[in-house]
Structure formats: C-alpha cells, structure tokens
C-alpha cells in the first residue's frame, strides 16, 4: 500500500509544512503521494512534484476543494482511501479539522500531533501541553496522522518529477460553502516554519508598543513575529500570531521571547527552539528556567538598543 500526504496550499502556493509532512511519511517505509486540491491548484502541484520521495501528486480540483472547507476534503480523501493505507495531514487548522472527519469516515482512530515516527505502527506525540510524551502504538488497518511539520526535516527539492495525476472528485450535495475569505497578506516568514522567531507579551502594554518595537526587530533578523496569548486577548496582536498549547507550535533556530513571563501553555508551542532567548525585568520569571541566553531589564530600553545595535 502507499501514503498520502493532503497539501496545505496558500494562495495557490504549496504550504511550506508539505516538504515536512512528506519527510515525516517517507518514515513509514511505503510509496508518497501528494495530494493538492482546490480550484487553482497546478502551480502547488507543480511544485510537489519536485519533492524528493514523492512517487505522483494527485490533483483534484472541484470548487467544492477550494477554500479550505473540511468536509469535502475528507469526503475526497475517503473517496481515494481504496488506494492509501496511510493518510497523513499537518497539524495546522485545515488538518486538525479533515482529519477527524476522516477517521470517522473510516471508522479508525487518529494519532494527533506526530513528532517521531518510530515505525509503521509506533509513533511518539505530545501530551498534557507538552508536558509529556507519549509513544503510542496502533493495530489499526489504516493510520490516519496529523503530523507536528516543525519536528521533521522538511525533503529535499530535487530534479526529477513525480508525475501529476488528475483524480475525479464526487461532489457533496450539501457541502458548506465558503461566503468570504480574508487573507493577511504579510512580507514577513511564516510563523511556522521561520528560522528566527520574535515573541512579545503582554508587557508591550498596548498594539502601537508591540508593532513599533517588534517589527523593526523582526525586519532587521528576517523573523516572523510571534505573540503570547495575554497579548492576543489584550488586541497587541492579532490572533493568527500566537504561539502556544492553544496557538501555534514553532520550533525556529532562534525564538526571543520578550516581556514573556513563560506559563506552561506558551512553553508547550515554543521549547523545541533550538536557541532561546529572553528578556524580562523579573529575573525569577519562569521563562530563564528554559532560555539558554537571559537578559534581565526593561524591553523598552532593550528592544531599541538591540534593534540599533543590529543595524549598524
Ligand atoms: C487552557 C489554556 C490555554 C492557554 N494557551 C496559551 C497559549 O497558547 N499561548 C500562551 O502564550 N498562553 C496561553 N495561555 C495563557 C498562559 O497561561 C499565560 O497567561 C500567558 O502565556 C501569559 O502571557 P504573558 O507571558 O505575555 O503575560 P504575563 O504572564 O503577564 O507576563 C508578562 C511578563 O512580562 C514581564 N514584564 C513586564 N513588564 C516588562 C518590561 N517593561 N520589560 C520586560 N519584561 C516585562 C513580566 O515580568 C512578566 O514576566 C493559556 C491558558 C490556558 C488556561
């Protein structure tokens, strides 16, 4: 039997976790399919097909796959769940939705959130906001998967191309459709995948403080911006940035966390860092328990000498 990994696609552009999702099923030791759905999908699958390890990419493009609706999508995937014994999606909000349908659809269970697969039938996942993890081994016939994209290696982009393969898609008579769609467009890395992250919380104090400190920052260390979640529900930052058990996961090379005291549910989306660095006025805050570099002060006077220093 063989894998199919469902692509995340933005803006008719492949997801950036497709490359680690893909690398993640390659551990399962059977052929990778990709699968790419929407109404504009042909420059996403193009780009799959250069994946390294991906066997064909599967396009199905129906309008009824656009706009990132769960139901379809998992309707699709059973469709083609003749072919698949291994269904495999990152776990972002597309994913933690499908993919439960799916499992339902199917009637097996779901392994939320992979971090290791270990072999076909064991893999190891998060548990208690990170607190623990958990190896869990599964009998299922078929594995359904929602993949942590951060904890894999993304494949490599090679030369040779998978071939594309059009599928035929049976359409719900009573799909949820999708009345508006709102995109934030940003210059900035993806949250999830950058290399360097910029955190700030809720001792920004207001959304003018976190945009006009943060961003110059962000700017001059090409990172993405980041947010505790004291900060989104005081309106700094929007909600779409936060990081956490009940935001995103990252795991950049560099995360700096500022004016972040570091609750549990922060550290659960950002302690695979691979460096962390912190500033705090509070030296006895939670956070230095986790930073391999600390600086103890006031972010208003911090940011800026930081943000002059790496200008010049
Ligand atoms: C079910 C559940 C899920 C949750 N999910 C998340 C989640 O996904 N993400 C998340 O972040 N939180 C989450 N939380 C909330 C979490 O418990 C904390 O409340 C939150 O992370 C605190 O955010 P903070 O560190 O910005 O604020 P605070 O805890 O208020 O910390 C502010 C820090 O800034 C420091 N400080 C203040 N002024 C300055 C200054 N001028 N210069 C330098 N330092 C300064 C203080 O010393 C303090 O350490 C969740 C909570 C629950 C119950």
Redesign the pocket.
């Known amino acids: 039997m063989a894998s199919l990994v469902l692509a995340e696609v933005q803006s008719g552009d492949l997801g950036p976790s497709v490359a680690r999702v893909v690398s993640a099923a390659a551990h399962l030791g059977a052929p990778v399919d990709v699968l790419v759905t929407g109404s504009q999908a042909a420059k996403a699958a193009a780009a799959a097909t250069l994946l390294t390890g991906v066997r064909k990419v599967l396009v199905a493009e129906h309008p009824q796959l656009s706009g990132s609706v769960s139901e379809p999508l998992a309707a699709l995937l059973q469709q083609l769940s003749g072919d698949y014994d291994a269904f495999l999606a990152p776990a972002n909000a597309v994913g933690k939705s499908v993919m439960p349908r799916l499992a339902a659809l199917l009637d097996v269970s779901q392994i939320s959130e992979v971090t290791t697969i270990i072999d076909r039938n064991t893999f190891e996942h998060p548990v208690y906001?990170g607190a623990a993890i958990e190896t869990v081994s599964v009998s299922e016939p078929r594995l359904i998967l929602t993949i942590r994209a951060s904890a894999f290696a993304p494949a490599e982009v090679g030369n040779a191309s998978a071939p594309i393969v059009p599928v035929a898609f049976t359409p719900l008579a009573d799909a949820p459709r999708v009345l508006a769609e709102t995109v934030t467009a940003s210059d900035r890395p993806d949250l999830g995948t950058a290399r360097v992250v910029v955190s700030?919380?809720?001792?920004f104090?207001s959304r003018d403080a976190f945009d006009s400190l943060l961003a110059p920052l962000a700017e001059r260390l090409g990172a993405a911006i980041g947010?505790?979640?004291?900060?989104?529900d005081s309106g700094y930052a929007p909600n779409d940035l936060?990081?956490?058990?009940?935001?995103k996961v990252v795991a950049p090379d560099i995360y700096l966390a500022?004016?972040?005291?570091?609750?549990?549910?922060?550290v659960?989306?950002m302690k695979g860092a691979r460096i962390i660095i912190a500033?705090?006025?509070?030296a006895s805050?939670?956070?230095f328990e986790i930073a391999d570099y600390g600086l103890v002060?006031?972010?208003?006077d911090?940011v800026p000498q930081l943000t002059e220093a790496l200008t010049r």
């Open positions: 906001a700030g919380g809720r001792a104090a947010a505790s979640r004291a900060a989104v936060q990081v956490g058990q009940t935001g500022i004016g972040i005291s570091g609750a549990v549910q922060h659960a989306g500033i705090n006025k509070d805050a939670p956070i002060g006031d972010l208003f911090i």
